[in-house]
């Protein structure tokens, strides 16, 4: 196997719109047109990997797009891949293997081939064994014989297995199912005469009437979760059911997984390492090069295999694929508190038809974020439209700032990102600090020329993060900036927004429901209580030890360190820790 290989990424290639410098600079071209990079039958740059070699990194760099990446692949990788898609595609190499009576987590970035692999192992994606031009005859057995995946392919084949799928996207379920009730389909799939209880336990009964395509994302998510579970299936597989669900339900959906386990396989793809952590028996770590290739480690006890993952090396395979450890400190650097107050909202009351809203008042610091806190449907979204002024409220008059807004659900608009961040930044955008502190960080580069509308969830939402911040403002305010963005670039995102704000010297309100990203980056929190859909109430700004401990209270959780990363931990309910901290009231980490 060459130990390089090409990866070409199509939707930026655009050989009409340049000079094609791969072709130009290619060492393999001057001794024999069309040896190395040429143009193939997809009207894009190809080359054969067999010949590629580490020089041609050169003509990858000229590429004026950046759609061309040169990479090496492990050592370690002694057979071909287990799917590609394509000449110059990503390919994945192994798989997660589920296991009776476990719930398998799995950790790992964006773009490395952890939604292919439930694709694959749900049957929804035939794998070609690297074979993507289809010239071999492929036997999976063969490739499998001696491991237990090669089994389960065996029982899949011959239908002795049978598989319940979440997918990641649920607002496709919108286009898919347009048209039909709610309930019609529940009641369609309910093989185990479950959907009451989780229809119960996820407060789910005002929607059953609804068309699937009124939804809004949290409530597509929790009826991809039921239809997923009222399944009778051997293996379920749930990729990311932690987005758009508020804290409440995530701890809630962890409980419902957690009670499925008993001779069922179940794999959950996560990013909120707070749930993977509370729901997960092991933990398999999914690693490599995003959008390249990617690989699955074996599985490992769950803090072992998170704190792992976080550290960038695999000890039993002596692997690292991460040149730096990531680290949760009690706050991110440069983090100060500052008295100065930058802007005050008073006691606000907003009544719809169905809902009411109360707000007491409070105040933001310069330099200061307020993390948001609490259920959906109790009116966090209507708080930052009524402190912008997008809505009015019935009660209470806000004072003007001057402000950046980053909504729940995001749209694409058909431009390019360079065009998007400019229209955003003005002339800041090419100073070297904007360059520096938001493209770098952010990671953006390499998205500058591709189009809004064909960014990944996650992508998008970084993209419009650095939006929100390149505008000239006081406040930012962010709604659910951590949906759909890995763990690294969760905590990576945080530091940014928190560094931004400290440096700038302006204040930050931002909702998110995962509770370490709000931990990790918030000095005060603004906790919203009541009944979801009914009355929602705010009593004012706490700080961040009283807020989470109210918080965490209300889920009827306890919180502790990892003392090896600084991670939070979700104590098992019941375990001595977790009895000491409630005897104290101390729901918060010690």
């Given at each position: 196997m060459n130990k390089f290989t090409a990866i070409v990424n199509k939707d930026k290639c655009a050989p009409n719109k340049c000079q094609?410098?791969?072709?130009?600079?290619?060492?393999?071209?001057?001794?024999?047109?069309?040896?190395?990079?040429?143009?193939?039958?997809?009207?894009?740059?190809?080359?054969d990997e067999k010949v590629v070699t580490e020089m041609h990194k050169i003509p990858a760099k000229k590429c004026p797009f950046e759609a061309i990446k040169i990479i090496k692949l492990p050592s370690e990788l002694k057979e071909d891949p287990v799917h590609q898609y394509g000449q110059n595609a990503f390919r994945l190499y192994t798989l997660p293997v589920p296991k009776k009576g476990t719930v398998v987590g799995i950790i790992g970035r964006n773009g490395i081939g952890k939604s292919t692999a439930l694709d694959v192992l749900s049957g929804n994606l035939k794998p070609n064994l690297g074979d993507f031009k289809g010239e071999k005859e492929l036997d999976?057995?063969?490739?499998?014989?001696?491991?237990?995946?090669?089994?389960?392919?065996?029982?899949?084949?011959?239908?002795?297995?049978?598989?319940?799928?979440?997918?990641?996207?649920?607002?496709?379920?919108?286009?898919?199912?347009?048209?039909?009730?709610?309930?019609?389909?529940?009641?369609?799939?309910?093989?185990?005469?479950?959907?009451?209880?989780?229809?119960?336990?996820?407060?789910?009964?005002?929607?059953?009437?609804?068309?699937?395509?009124?939804?809004?994302?949290?409530?597509?998510?929790?009826?991809?979760?039921?239809?997923?579970?009222?399944?009778?299936?051997?293996?379920?597989?749930?990729?990311?059911?932690?987005?758009?669900?508020?804290?409440?339900?995530?701890?809630?959906?962890?409980?419902?997984?957690?009670k499925l386990k008993e001779q069922k396989s179940i794999i959950v793809v996560e990013h909120d390492l707070t749930a993977l952590d509370y729901i997960s028996d092991e933990i398999q770590i999914a690693y490599g090069e995003r959008s390249a290739?990617?690989?699955?480690?074996?599985?490992?006890?769950?803090?072992?295999?998170?704190?792992?993952?976080?550290?960038?090396?695999?000890?039993?395979?002596?692997?690292?694929?991460?040149?730096?450890?990531?680290?949760?400190?009690?706050?991110?650097?440069?983090?100060?508190?500052?008295?100065?107050?930058?802007?005050?909202?008073?006691?606000?009351?907003?009544?719809?038809?169905?809902?009411?809203?109360?707000?007491?008042s409070g105040k933001l610091n310069k330099s200061e974020v307020l993390g948001v806190v609490g259920a959906n449907g109790l009116g966090k979204s209507t708080f930052l439209k009524l402190i912008t002024g997008q809505e009015r409220p019935d009660k209470g008059k806000t004072e003007k700032i001057n402000f950046s807004y980053k909504p729940q659900y995001l749209e694409a608009e058909e431009i390019t990102v360079l065009e998007y961040l400019k229209k955003k930044a003005g002339s800041?955008?090419?100073?070297?600090?904007?360059?520096?502190?938001?493209?770098?960080?952010?990671?953006?580069?390499?998205?500058?020329?591709?189009?809004?509308?064909?960014?990944?969830?996650?992508?998008?939402?970084?993209?419009?993060?650095?939006?929100?911040?390149?505008?000239?403002?006081?406040?930012v305010v962010m709604d659910e900036p951590s949906a759909f963005v890995d763990v690294e670039d969760r905590l990576n995102m945080a530091e940014i927004i928190k560094d931004f704000i400290v440096i700038k010297e302006i204040g930050a309100i931002i909702v998110d429901h995962d509770i370490q990203f709000v931990d990790y980056l918030s000095d005060g929190l603004l906790v919203f209580e009541g009944v979801p859909?009914?009355?929602?109430?705010?009593?004012?700004?706490?700080?961040?030890?009283?807020?989470?401990?109210?918080?965490?209270?209300?889920?009827?959780?306890?919180?502790?360190?990892?003392?090896?990363?600084?991670?939070?931990?979700i104590n098992k309910p019941g375990s001595q820790l977790d009895q000491d901290q409630r005897k104290k009231g101390e729901f918060y980490y010690r």
């Open positions: 094609l410098e791969c072709i130009k600079f290619d060492p393999l071209n001057r001794v024999k047109e069309g040896a190395g990079f040429h143009i193939g039958e997809s009207k894009k740059s190809e080359i999976l057995n063969e490739r499998f014989s001696h491991s237990v995946i090669g089994d389960y392919f065996l029982d899949l084949q011959n239908k002795n297995v049978k598989v319940s799928y979440k997918p990641q996207r649920v607002e496709l379920l919108s286009k898919a199912f347009k048209g039909k009730i709610v309930k019609d389909l529940i009641s369609k799939n309910d093989e185990r005469n479950l959907s009451k209880i989780l229809i119960k336990e996820l407060s789910f009964e005002h929607l059953l009437n609804r068309k699937v395509e009124e939804l809004s994302g949290g409530e597509l998510q929790k009826l991809a979760i039921i239809v997923c579970l009222i399944k009778d299936a051997d293996v379920y597989y749930l990729d990311e059911p932690m987005s758009f669900l508020d804290i409440t339900t995530r701890i809630k959906v962890s409980l419902l997984i957690g290739y990617g690989i699955f480690s074996q599985s490992k006890g769950v803090r072992n295999g998170i704190n792992e993952y976080l550290d960038g090396y695999i000890k039993s395979d002596n692997i690292k694929f991460r040149d730096y450890s990531i680290r949760f400190n009690e706050s991110p650097t440069g983090m100060t508190k500052r008295a100065e107050v930058l802007f005050e909202f008073p006691t606000m009351e907003k009544k719809f038809s169905n809902f009411s809203l109360k707000v007491s800041s955008f090419n100073s070297g600090w904007y360059k520096q502190n938001i493209l770098e960080k952010l990671g953006l580069q390499h998205l500058l020329q591709s189009q809004m509308n064909t960014l990944s969830g996650g992508e998008l939402q970084k993209v419009c993060v650095a939006g929100c911040l390149s505008e000239d403002v006081e406040l859909a009914v009355d929602g109430h705010m009593k004012g700004a706490h700080e961040k030890r009283e807020g989470m401990n109210q918080v965490l209270k209300m889920l009827n959780i306890t919180y502790r360190v990892d003392k090896t990363t600084g991670r939070r931990r």
